[in-house]
């Protein structure tokens, strides 16, 4: 149950948990970051939408999210604290819910971003599985859509070993945001958390290449 609202847990409590951050707490922290540092400023990483420049317009922000109950929950969430103590236009909202079945991912990464590019839409909110992004970011590079790619770090989404898998040439220059996962060099390194807890339990080194795929 990772990422559902905190409401979830407190229903199930004590025999549901998760290591990972609740949605209610990420979209409030999401939605403040963007609220304040984003939404009143014109985008500065986006590319163009065909031949029409994306960049140095009013930003209008396009989700990319689960349909499950339990994400759209806290998509509506933001959605509520953006317009009323944020005072942000509905205009300026866009969203797409897809289904969290790996054989529909490419139709629906298609789908979205003939939709996104369509309306316009200058920022495109990664709340998403890591995996959607290999098919979002392809499908806009075909279609020559060069929005600003904003990460939450939700799901693995603002690791470096999973953003390789991306179409480097659409989010060089237009992926940024936020990080639940902090820095990952540290975190990867031979000397740091992961190795020395594999360490003290185990009695052996981890091998650089083992400490990558326990982290990824």
Do not use: M
């Amino acid at each position: 149950a990772d990422y559902y609202p905190e409401s979830y847990f407190q229903t199930w409590n004590p025999y549901v948990w998760s290591l990972a951050t609740n949605c209610t707490t990420l979209t409030q922290e999401v939605e403040d970051f963007y609220a304040k540092q984003l939404y009143p400023y014109p985008t500065k990483w986006a590319g163009s939408d065909g031949l029409t420049p994306l960049n140095g317009k009013p930003r209008k922000l396009a989700v990319y999210v689960p349909n499950n109950a339990g994400y759209q929950s806290c998509v509506n969430y933001g959605r509520q604290i953006g317009e009323q103590q944020y005072k942000e236009s509905p205009s300026r909202y866009d969203q797409y819910n897809y289904a969290l079945d790996i054989s529909t991912f490419p139709q629906d990464a298609q789908s979205a971003i003939v939709k996104f590019a369509a309306d316009q839409d200058t920022t495109i909110l990664l709340a998403c599985d890591p995996i959607s992004p290999i098919f979002l970011t392809a499908d806009a590079q075909k279609q020559n859509y060069q929005p600003e790619w904003l990460l939450e770090g939700v799901a693995l989404t603002d690791s470096d070993n999973l953003a390789q898998l991306w179409d480097q040439g659409e989010i060089n220059g237009h992926l940024f945001g936020l990080s639940e996962g902090g820095d990952e060099a540290a975190l990867l390194s031979p000397t740091g958390e992961v190795a020395k807890t594999w360490e003290a339990a185990s009695g052996r080194s981890l091998a650089p290449a083992t400490l990558t795929a326990s982290c990824a």
